[in-house]
């Protein structure tokens, strides 16, 4: 019985001290889905590649029983580690978002970029309008001033008849 008793407390330190890796260094992405998240669950997890094994009975997994304070130290690093990976998940849920708000700036950036070039182009289209409308005025004022010579030297003889 003690030799069971020795076995289930070197069971329970090799969880805890990958449980306490993972609460120092951060929980690997592989691992999120297959980490405990229960007492139950810490008993019965298994992981040939970290060397942890099930534990022969979950009953032997109590705060009460004979391994009560390592069982609530792994109860611990189970907390810690969910409230680093709520924080993870808000993390990425306020990242996702902000890539979302990001993509959707970018998109209003290059719409008014656009604008602002069609309106660059109308104004250098207008400017172009305006110095031709003003040479053309000068041309007919030119033009008007002539006629009105013309019509002065016209008018004199008229009324000599």
Do not use: F
């Amino acid at each position: 019985m003690a030799s069971n008793v020795n076995r289930t407390r070197e069971k329970l330190a090799c969880k805890i001290a990958v449980l306490r890796r993972w609460a120092l260094e951060g929980m690997p992405p592989e691992q999120r889905d297959r980490a405990p998240k229960s007492i139950r669950q810490l008993a019965s997890w298994t992981d040939a590649g970290l060397g942890l094994e099930a534990i022969g009975s979950p009953n032997a997994v109590s705060t009460k029983g004979p391994h009560g304070e390592l069982v609530k130290e792994a109860l611990d690093y189970l907390g810690r580690l969910r409230v680093v990976e709520r924080r993870a998940e808000k993390k990425g849920e306020r990242l996702a978002r902000l890539d979302a708000e990001l993509a959707e700036a970018r998109e209003r950036m290059g719409k008014l970029a656009g604008a602002w070039h069609m309106a660059r182009e109308r104004a250098s289209e207008l400017e172009d309008d305006c110095a031709s409308q003003a040479a053309r005025i000068g041309e007919l004022e030119a033009e008007n001033a002539r006629l009105k010579r013309l019509l002065a030297d016209v008018v004199p003889l008229r009324r000599k008849e």
